[in-house]
């Protein structure tokens, strides 16, 4: 006879599997879900105990990060701009584009409480040469500038300028910031300290120099830095170019003048300065509407991009539409390409090549600086200091006649709107030039 079935027999199978689970529930032993978290929380208990090393170092490394992308409160950009484009005073931005030096952390400036300049020298003091020390110690200069304390300023620059170290775009932006306050000659040795560790290949710091040798009027040296600086960058430094331009301007060669302006603004077609001086030196040589087409170019360009055109150059401007109705007015043979004004200017020889000039003119370096105060508020605008200052470089030369100073003067009255003056400055250079 077979078996009866069993009472648990008789259950069905799902109904028994939760008898079960209830029962294990009910005498408090742990559920399956239960024993799977505990061996969860046992191996991340094992994994924290561990680890302990390799988490302080990750911490640290995350710190470190942190200090790294955070930028100190009180952190001071020596570079602006420009340049530095880089610009022609040796003030530039152009430092911004330099290799910086090796990348480590940057202090962490005290965001909670003004540093003092006593604590800065002394976490200056403790560094041991490098970007750390050189990041504070630019804190430091920038403390003393927006103080208003200029020889501080110098001084710890130039203290800076003599540190025993290599490190090229150190003493370069160094350098830039003395050009700045003002200190040429600190500024000019502390582009050579840089251009001698970089064993003379330094572009940007010869251009530099260069424009500060050009203001001393040291004009062989300048020379050599700028033609060395063209000469490093295959002659298409476009600020080098243009600095070169100046500084044959003032030797009166203004053929090899206008042929770097020229190049310069082939590298450069909006380079303001460029544009305004090419435009200038034509006019001087005879030709205003040349140096009209000139700026109506450059402005046309900036209205197509939306760009302001430079007060600098709206005065150029100006200037030159007075000088054509001048010419106009005084019966010149403008269909002779090879005016009077050959003499000086030397740039309308046989086959349109750009010859230097039969003599130069050259002044003190005392006189140039006065020369080169009146050009700077020309184009600024400043026309009533121009022309005072413009006269005070005749008065200073050679039978009170110094012919760029007389012709610009000339123009500055132009601009002043006082024609009699003018008339009479510009006759002054026609008798003498031609």
Not at 10 to 38: D, E, K
Not at 133 to 162: T, Y
Request: overall charge positive; hydrophobic content about 40%.
């Amino acid at each position: 006879m077979p078996d009866q079935p069993s009472f648990i027999n008789s259950v069905p199978r799902l109904t028994r599997y939760f008898l079960c689970f209830a029962l294990l529930l009910a005498v408090g032993l742990p559920a399956p879900a239960q024993v799977v978290t505990r061996r969860a929380r046992k191996k991340r208990q094992k994994a924290a105990a561990s680890a302990p090393a390799e988490g302080s170092s990750s911490r640290g490394s995350r710190a470190q990060r942190a200090r790294r992308a955070a930028p100190a409160a009180e952190e001071v950009t020596t570079e602006p701009v420009a340049a530095e484009k880089e610009t022609k005073e040796p003030a530039e931005a152009e430092g911004a584009n330099e290799p910086a030096p090796t990348e480590t952390e940057e202090p962490v400036a005290e965001s909670s409480r003004v540093v003092t300049v006593d604590e800065l020298r002394t976490r200056i003091q403790d560094e041991k040469p490098g970007p750390v020390r050189a990041s504070l110690q630019k804190l430091l200069v920038a403390m003393f500038v927006s103080a208003g304390l200029k020889a501080d300023a110098i001084m710890e620059l130039r203290s800076m300028a003599q540190e025993d170290r290599y490190d090229p775009a150190f003493f370069y932006n160094t350098a830039n910031w003395l050009a700045r306050l003002g200190d040429a000659s600190a500024a000019a040795d502390a582009y050579r300290k840089a251009i001698s560790q970089r064993r003379g290949i330094y572009a940007r710091a010869l251009n530099n120099l260069g424009v500060i040798l050009t203001r001393q009027g040291r004009w062989d040296e300048a020379h050599t830095a700028l033609t060395a600086a063209l000469a490093q960058e295959n002659n298409a430094y476009a600020e080098a170019s243009y600095n070169l331009g100046r500084l044959y301007l003032l030797r009166g060669e203004g053929g090899l003048a206008i042929r770097q302006w020229s190049r310069t603004l082939k590298l450069e077609p909006d380079h303001a300065d460029a544009t305004a001086a090419l435009a200038r030196a034509y006019a001087a040589d005879g030709d205003a509407r040349r140096g009209l087409t000139i700026i109506d170019a450059y402005v046309a360009r900036a209205a197509r991009t939306g760009t302001i055109v430079p007060a600098s150059l709206t005065l150029a401007r100006r200037e030159l539409s007075a000088t054509e109705a001048v010419n106009k007015s005084g019966g010149n043979d403008n269909n002779n390409p090879a005016s009077s004004r050959d003499i000086i200017m030397g740039t309308n020889a046989a086959g349109g090549r750009a010859t230097p000039v039969s003599r130069s003119f050259s002044v003190d370096p005392a006189t140039y600086k006065v020369l080169q105060s009146a050009r700077d508020a020309r184009e600024r605008g400043q026309h009533e200091l121009a022309v005072k200052q413009y006269r005070d470089v005749i008065a200073r030369s050679r039978d009170n006649y110094f012919a760029p100073a007389n012709l610009e003067l000339g123009l500055s009255l132009i601009n002043l709107r006082r024609p009699a003056e003018a008339a009479e400055a510009l006759r002054v250079v026609a008798d003498k030039d031609g």
